[in-house]
């Protein structure tokens, strides 16, 4: 691909992030002229209803939405290119459903704890689960991709049981199914002011590792011939997985399959260069989640539904499609 080509695919991602976000802000259970959003941004007013709205409500919504979007198709490119397993995904491999059930053990025990002290269980739930992957991915090459994705699965589904188990038996309130399912209803600016830092860092973090990402595609031996060491590489873009997957589910709860679709339709996009494909992959996984939750909270005004949900029903199919593609490869 020239890089024309890329800058095109580039510019036309940016403008779809910006017309989501617009229309994220804009549409919901009520309509808000975009003249009353700009008027929200350069001069608030807390005595007007609608202005509050948007302040309050819609900005950290959308904003919460893009982020959390961008960082979980982060996550599947860094995964996928760690583990050279093109199915990989934060939520297939267990790492959301780890954070998830540390953050159900925080619900329990410290239920009127900050976002800094629920990100901190998160993470490490996130790390306890992406320690187990990387003892998994260590299996022989030939089986590894059937391999990690069922093992992952496996660890995702007993982690997810542990957590409404527990919920189950301590009666946590209806908010935590919600949350379970991924929801960006209850995305506040404090919130965003905890974790969006963590968020922003782990994103700045992929970008800058892409170009030794790309490097691995070329096979460790021969990365290792050029003089470079792949053991920081891994060791780097596991904690930046377990930032973003920590993060996110902190904010928005255990949401599948982006990491999983965004990274293979951005390389259909700009083609297999993780250079190329992390931007582009950072910038469909925002617009993705921010169109899923408008779609989520317009579909059935002025009630919602899960935007989790949303990305199932699309990811599901996708799923399938991949797995069914990577037998007739491997058969």
């Not at 893009?66 to 960082?71: F, K, P, Q």
């Not at 996130?126 to 990690?148: D, E, M, N």
């Not at 301590?170 to 919600?178: I, P």
């Amino acid at each position: 691909m020239n890089k024309r080509h890329f800058k095109i695919i580039l510019l036309g991602s940016l403008i779809l992030l910006g017309i989501t976000l617009v229309l994220g802000i804009c549409l919901g259970a009520a309509t808000v002229p975009l003249q009353t959003v700009w008027q929200t941004l350069v001069d608030y007013h807390a005595s007007s209803l609608t202005q509050a709205i948007v302040h309050t409500i819609r900005l950290p919504r959308v904003l919460g939405a893009a982020l959390i979007g961008a960082s979980l198709a982060g996550s599947g490119v860094i995964m996928q290119d760690l583990t050279h397993n093109p199915l990989a995904d934060s939520g297939l491999l267990g790492i959301n459903a780890g954070a998830g059930l540390l953050l159900t053990v925080s619900f329990i025990f410290f239920p009127k704890m900050g976002p800094g002290g629920t990100a901190l269980f998160s993470f490490t739930g996130a790390l306890f689960a992406a320690l187990l992957v990387v003892a998994i991915s260590r299996t022989k090459k030939g089986s590894q991709t059937t391999t990690v994705v069922l093992a992952g699965m496996a660890i995702s589904s007993c982690l997810v049981a542990l957590s409404e188990g527990l919920a189950l038996v301590m009666q946590l309130k209806q908010d935590l199914a919600f949350w379970h399912f991924g929801g960006v209803a209850a995305i506040n600016w404090a919130q965003l002011s905890g974790l969006g830092p963590w968020l922003v860092c782990g994103l700045l973090i992929s970008l800058l590792l892409a170009p030794q990402l790309h490097l691995l595609q070329l096979g460790d031996e021969l990365v290792l011939s050029l003089g470079r060491k792949t053991g920081w590489i891994r060791l780097i873009g596991f904690g930046c997985v377990v930032i973003l997957a920590g993060a996110s589910v902190a904010l928005v709860g255990s949401v599948g399959f982006i990491g999983l679709m965004i990274p293979h339709i951005a390389r259909f996009l700009v083609g297999p260069d993780t250079r190329k494909v992390m931007p582009i992959s950072l910038l469909l996984g925002a617009s993705l989640v921010v169109l899923a939750d408008l779609v989520a909270r317009t579909i059935n005004a002025p009630q919602e539904i899960p935007f989790g949900i949303i990305i199932a029903i699309i990811g599901v199919p996708f799923f399938i499609y991949l797995a069914r593609r990577e037998g007739r490869q491997h058969g």
